[in-house]
């Protein structure tokens, strides 16, 4: 079907009703429908480009990252005024900032079940809400109870947001483009955090606080103005709807009609409420993707990112950088420009490829962070070969940081978001971004632990899951550039 300039299809349906559909309560207002009939005029000739439509959608949902990104990075620059103002000890304070992780698992748990029955959208919704409560509660506390409450809040929306976000940009997306916008999935994740970082350096705790409701606030409203995911319309069986949505995206001018029924034959198996059975999982179409999907997100954390960007600031004061605060903010940067390239890459040299570039050089720049501090320890501090080394570190650090964000950053969502089977994906997307939060706890709150005990031999740990990552990218993960979601499910047969 190819939407058409007057307000009927072909079989005489008024396609303009459900434009806007989020879940099944939300119908078109007439504000709407003249607005569909003013964007079908040719005075707005440049929504009919698909890639423009798609972009939109993209950047109004990546709304959710950012403040993923700014929540992860609020506990760097705000240590040292919230421990004074508040008079907190350093554990009370390293309960804080863990317990977004706390609360990034429960939300997890839950975010597959959301996003299945009141639709992506509605599962944003729903995640901001507590974003918004918890930065406030975080902004007027009095003492430790408001701010523990608030980082909790703000952890259940991230949990839910790192699931939707990815998953809803990979269903809107055309599959030439698929990888480029899901990668500005993360790429949100960084400029979030070097938002927290800067911002940090220049305001009040209790204002970068409430700087961190304008994410959510301006995404609620953005919401209303892109439409549901088309698969997922499919999928729940509002076929009528689904075809819109797929239509807005790919430009009013577009014949969807082939992808309308690779669509409608993908869903055609799959009910709206689907019994899982154990014994599906025997078969490699259900058991692969899950493998793939979820591998690549714990290899994700177990290479030590956390870690060792929280080790980042030993790593900058013993190469003799004065201020901690600007190199981590450099570091940010870093991360936001290797992550950039990395969007602009995925759609040419392919997944497979950057993960195994990005897994390689992580491996590679770990290695040398390793051997740095075996030598370290065997002299002495007041050696200038001691101060060589430690800048050898430095820039192994920042070469493991661009290594990671040239794959292994954003590209484990992009995979997970793309192999997981429709019958599982709620569930399976619900374990996979579990399993991703509860790796990244348990490495920040070993991280310490492990480099007091042997800063050679964490780094030495963190190169062999690196290298493992490597392995298991070649031998398990497939490409999946240039194909539909519906041509990467069949090939799992």
């Not at 009703?17 to 709407?32: D, I």
């Not at 003013?38 to 005075?43: E, N």
């Not at 239509?247 to 001018?253: M, S």
Request: some cysteine; glycine content about 10%.
């Amino acid at each position: 079907m190819s939407f058409r300039e007057e307000s009927g299809g072909e079989d005489g349906r008024d396609l303009r009703k459900p434009f806007l559909h989020t879940g099944s309560w939300y119908r078109m207002s007439s504000r709407q429908s003249s607005l569909i009939d003013k964007l079908s005029s040719s005075s707005a000739q440049v929504i009919r480009d698909s890639s423009v439509s798609v972009v939109l959608c993209t950047l109004i949902v990546a709304l959710g990252p950012i403040q993923f990104g700014f929540t992860g990075g609020y506990s760097s620059p705000t240590q040292s005024e919230i421990i004074k103002d508040l008079g907190l000890s350093i554990s009370e304070f390293s309960l804080f900032g863990s317990l977004s992780n706390v609360g990034a698992m429960v939300g997890a748990i839950a975010s597959g079940q959301i996003a299945e029955y009141i639709g992506r959208k509605g599962s944003l919704m729903i995640a901001s809400i507590p974003n918004i409560i918890g930065w406030l509660a975080i902004s007027f506390a009095k003492d430790s109870s408001f701010l523990y409450m608030g980082r909790l809040l703000e952890g259940f929306g991230v949990g839910v947001i790192s699931y939707t976000v990815p998953v809803y940009i990979a269903e809107i997306s055309p599959q030439n483009m698929r990888g480029a916008l899901g990668a500005v999935n993360q790429l949100s994740v960084t400029i979030g955090i070097l938002l927290a970082y800067v911002l940090g350096l220049f305001v009040h705790w209790r204002v970068l606080a409430g700087l961190g409701i304008l994410p959510c606030t301006i995404l609620i409203p953005g919401l209303f103005f892109i439409p549901e995911s088309p698969r997922w319309l499919a999928k729940m069986g509002m076929m009528e709807d689904f075809e819109i949505s797929l239509q807005v995206l790919r430009g009013f001018d577009t014949d969807i009609t082939a992808e309308v029924n690779e669509v409608k034959r993908s869903v055609a198996s799959t009910t709206r409420r689907t019994t899982i059975h154990f014994s599906d999982l025997k078969q490699r179409r259900y058991w692969f993707p899950l493998m793939v999907g979820i591998g690549l997100l714990v290899l994700q954390q177990l290479s030590g990112i956390n870690g060792i960007l929280f080790y980042a600031s030993s790593i900058f004061e013993a190469a003799g950088v004065k201020s901690s605060g600007a190199a981590t903010c450099g570091l940010g940067a870093i991360q936001v420009l290797a992550t950039g390239v990395t969007t602009w890459l995925l759609d040419k040299a392919g997944r497979r490829l950057l993960l195994i570039i990005s897994s390689t050089g992580m491996t590679l720049s770990l290695l040398l962070v390793a051997i740095t501090f075996y030598l370290k320890d065997a002299i002495s501090e007041d050696s200038k070969i001691y101060f060589v080394l430690s800048v050898v570190s430095l820039v192994g650090l920042v070469a493991f940081v661009i290594a990671f964000s040239l794959g292994l950053g954003a590209i484990p969502w992009i995979i997970m978001s793309e192999v997981l089977p429709v019958k599982f994906k709620s569930l399976a997307g619900s374990i996979a971004t579990l399993a991703n939060w509860l790796t990244s706890f348990v490495v920040t709150m070993t991280a310490n632990l492990l480099l007091n005990w042997n800063s050679g031999g964490t780094f030495t740990i963190y190169m062999f899951v690196s290298a493992l990552t490597v392995a298991f990218v070649v031998l398990y993960v497939p490409e999946t550039k240039g194909r539909t979601l519906e041509e990467i499910q069949w090939s799992f047969r």
